[in-house]
C-alpha cells in the first residue's frame, strides 16, 4: 500500500467536535483489527497443554502447531498491500474478518492435529492482514491534526486483545473446574477458548459495513466525488475540499514505488541502515517476548504453579503489558525513541536474569521453593513492564521514520518480514528448550538484551523531532 504521508492543505484536519466523534468511532471500528491481532495471536495460550494431552505429542510437534500461525501472518502482512490497493480497504477487512471467523470455528472443532494447524495458519492469515491494513486506513481517514493519536488506537488495542483473551481463557477455565480438558458446552474448555473469537471477528465484521472506504483509494479508482464526501464526513466543512482532492493526488502521482532491489549495496547485501531496522526487528523478538504470550500459562505450570492460577498470572500480565504500553505513548515523543529502548533494555536484563536465576532452582514437591516462585513471578512482569514501554512501541516508530524515502516500503516490509520470522524461531524452539534447561533458555533471551543496548548506542540514532525527508 502506498505511503499516506501528504501534508495537510490549509484548513485541513481541524474536525470539528460532532466530526471527531464519528473520526473516532471510525478508527475504533478499524482497530478491531488490531483487537482480532492480539486475541487471535496470545489465545492459543490456554490451549497449549490441553493440545499436548489430547494428540498426546512432544514439545517439538507441539511448538510447530502453535508457531505455524506466524507463516500465515508473514504472507497475510506481506499480501495486505496489495489486495487493498486492488479491491479497498474495506473489502480487505471484510476478508480478515471472514478468515479471523472461520479459523476461530475450524480451531475450536478440529478433526486431527494437521486441521488444527491449518486453522491455524489461516488465522495467521488474517493477523497479517489486520497488522497492515488496519494503520494504513486509520492514517488515511485521520483529520492531519489527530493522525497520530488516532493512530495510536491499532497498538491500545492490540493489547487489549491480548489482555481480554487472557481473561476469557480464566473465566472458562474456573467455569470448566480448572481443567483446560474439563467439558464446557459439549466440547473441552480449550476448543471454547479458540471458538469464543467468532464473537470478536463477527462483529469486525459488521463494523467494517459501518465504516466509510479511504478517500485515497477511491481517489485512485477515480471516484473524486464520493472522496469528497468522506473527507467532508471527517474533517468538516470548513475545507477546500477539491484542492484537498487534488493534493492527494498529487501526492499519489509523485511517491516513489520502492523495490528490493533499492535496499541492495554496502559491504554486506543490504545498505547498513537496512541491516540496522533488521536489527531492531530481531531484538525485538529475541529476547522472548512472545514466550510471555504465547507459553506463560505452561510455564507457570512447569513450575507447579496451579492451572488457575497460572492463567490469572497470563491476565496480570497483560494488564501489566497495557500500562506499559500507555507509558511508551505517553513518552515517546517527549524523551525521545533512543532514550525509551535503552531504559527498556535495562530493565529487561534485569526481569530475565531474575528469571533466570529463579528457575536454575530444583523443584520441591513439583514446585519452585516460595521465594525463588515469586521472583520469577514478579521478575516476569517487570521485564513485560519494560519491553511494552520501550522495544514494544518504540521499534514500530523507529521502522516507520529510520529510512530515507526512497526505499522506506520495501525497507519496512524486510524489516517487518525478519520480525515474523524472529518470532517464529523464538515461538518455535521454546518448548524443547525449556525441556532441555529453562534457566539455561532464559539466560539466552537476557543476553540478547544485554547485546541489545550496545546494538543501539552504536548503530540507532534518535528520530524524534526530525522530518521524514531528513533521513539520509
Given at each position: 500500500m502506498a505511503s499516506t504521508s501528504q501534508a495537510p492543505s490549509p484548513g485541513a484536519?481541524?474536525?470539528?467536535?460532532?466530526?471527531?466523534?464519528?473520526?473516532?468511532?471510525?478508527?475504533?471500528?478499524a482497530a478491531m483489527g488490531g483487537f482480532l491481532f492480539g486475541y487471535d495471536s496470545s489465545v492459543i495460550n490456554g490451549a497449549v497443554e490441553a493440545i499436548r494431552d489430547r494428540y498426546d505429542v512432544g514439545s517439538a510437534v507441539l511448538a510447530q502447531v502453535i508457531a505455524v500461525a506466524l507463516i500465515g501472518c508473514a504472507i497475510g502482512a506481506a499480501t495486505a498491500g496489495r489486495i487493498a490497493d486492488r479491491i479497498g480497504?474495506?473489502?480487505?477487512?471484510?476478508?480478515?474478518?471472514?478468515?479471523?471467523?472461520?479459523?476461530?470455528?475450524?480451531?475450536?472443532?478440529?478433526?486431527?492435529?494437521?486441521?488444527?494447524?491449518?486453522?491455524?495458519?489461516?488465522?495467521?492469515?488474517?493477523?497479517?492482514?489486520?497488522?497492515?491494513?488496519g494503520p494504513a486506513y486509520i492514517a488515511e481517514v485521520s483529520p492531519p491534526a489527530y493522525r497520530g493519536r488516532l493512530g495510536s488506537f491499532q497498538q491500545a488495542a492490540i493489547v487489549i486483545g491480548i489482555a481480554v483473551s487472557q481473561l476469557v481463557n480464566w473465566g472458562l477455565l474456573n467455569a470448566a473446574g480448572g481443567d483446560q480438558r474439563g467439558e464446557l458446552m459439549g466440547l473441552e474448555a480449550w476448543q471454547v477458548m479458540?471458538?469464543?473469537?467468532?464473537?470478536?471477528?463477527?462483529?469486525?465484521?459488521?463494523?467494517?459495513?459501518?465504516?466509510?472506504?479511504?478517500?485515497?483509494?477511491?481517489?485512485?479508482?477515480?471516484?473524486?466525488?464520493?472522496?469528497?464526501?468522506i473527507l467532508e464526513e471527517v474533517e468538516g466543512k470548513n475545507v477546500d475540499f477539491d484542492a484537498r482532492?487534488?493534493?492527494?493526488?498529487?501526492a499519489m502521482h509523485r511517491e516513489e514505488k520502492s523495490s528490493f532491489k533499492d535496499l541492495l549495496g554496502g559491504s554486506f547485501f543490504f545498505k547498513p541502515i537496512v541491516w540496522i531496522g533488521i536489527g531492531l526487528s530481531v531484538f525485538q523478538q529475541f529476547v522472548g517476548i512472545n514466550v510471555a504470550f504465547y507459553y506463560s500459562s505452561?510455564?507457570?505450570?512447569?513450575?507447579?504453579?496451579?492451572?488457575?492460577?497460572?492463567?490469572?498470572?497470563?491476565?496480570?500480565?497483560?494488564?501489566?503489558?497495557?500500562v506499559g504500553t500507555v507509558i511508551a505513548m505517553i513518552f515517546v515523543d517527549r524523551v525521545g525513541r533512543k532514550p525509551l529502548a535503552l531504559?527498556?533494555?535495562?530493565?529487561?536484563?534485569?526481569?530475565?536474569?531474575?528469571?533466570?536465576?529463579?528457575?536454575?532452582?530444583?523443584?520441591v514437591d513439583g514446585k519452585l521453593p516460595a521465594t525463588q516462585g515469586w521472583v520469577a513471578l514478579i521478575a516476569a512482569h517487570v521485564f513485560v513492564l519494560f519491553f511494552a514501554l520501550s522495544w514494544g512501541v518504540v521499534v514500530w516508530v523507529f521502522l516507520g521514520e529510520m529510512f530515507p524515502n526512497r526505499i522506506r516500503?520495501?525497507?519496512?516490509?524486510?524489516?517487518?518480514?525478519?520480525?515474523?520470522?524472529?518470532?517464529?524461531?523464538?515461538?518455535?524452539s521454546f518448548p524443547s528448550l525449556a525441556d532441555w534447561n529453562l534457566s539455561g533458555t532464559y539466560v539466552i533471551y537476557t543476553v540478547f538484551a544485554a547485546l541489545s543496548i550496545p546494538f543501539v548506542l552504536k548503530f540507532v540514532k534518535e528520530t524524534k523531532g526530525k522530518a521524514l525527508e531528513e533521513m539520509g
Open positions: 484536519g481541524t474536525a470539528h467536535p460532532d466530526h471527531l466523534g464519528h473520526v473516532i468511532f471510525i478508527a475504533a471500528a480497504r474495506i473489502r480487505c477487512m471484510q476478508i480478515a474478518a471472514v478468515l479471523f471467523t472461520v479459523s476461530a470455528v475450524g480451531s475450536a472443532l478440529p478433526f486431527a492435529l494437521w486441521d488444527l494447524a491449518m486453522w491455524r495458519i489461516i488465522g495467521g492469515f488474517a493477523i497479517g492482514m489486520a497488522s497492515v491494513i479458540l471458538g469464543v473469537m467468532v464473537i470478536p471477528a463477527v462483529l469486525y465484521g459488521l463494523l467494517s459495513f459501518a465504516i466509510p472506504e479511504s478517500p485515497r483509494f477511491l481517489i485512485s479508482v477515480g471516484k473524486r466525488e464520493r472522496a469528497k464526501q482532492v487534488d493534493e492527494i493526488e498529487h505452561t510455564l507457570w505450570q512447569s513450575v507447579g504453579v496451579d492451572p488457575a492460577d497460572s492463567f490469572f498470572y497470563s491476565f496480570t500480565t497483560s494488564i501489566i503489558n497495557i531504559v527498556g533494555s535495562v530493565g529487561m536484563v534485569i526481569g530475565l536474569a531474575l528469571e533466570a536465576w529463579a528457575f536454575s532452582f530444583h523443584l516500503a520495501a525497507a519496512l516490509g524486510v524489516a517487518a518480514s525478519a520480525q515474523w520470522i524472529a518470532n517464529w524461531a523464538i515461538t518455535a
